[in-house]
């Protein structure tokens, strides 16, 4: 029951995070190494191609 708990709290913070970035211009974004595109892998939990750790982890 714990591990289905946490796997939502996970879910729930990969979409606060990606609430929080897709808010962000594309210039910022950039900044820290992100494109617009590779938002939806983070909303997801997965790493855009090339990065080895996921925000939020």
Known sequence: ???A???WRERQRN???YHQLSR???TLLSDVGLTRSELE???LGRGPAG???V???
């Open 1 to 3: 029951m714990f591990r």
């Open 5 to 7: 708990f946490d796997h």
């Open 15 to 17: 979409r606060a995070t």
């Open 24 to 26: 962000l211009s594309d």
């Open 41 to 43: 892998d983070l909303r």
């Open 51 to 53: 990065h080895r750790e």
């Open 55 to 57: 925000l939020g982890s």
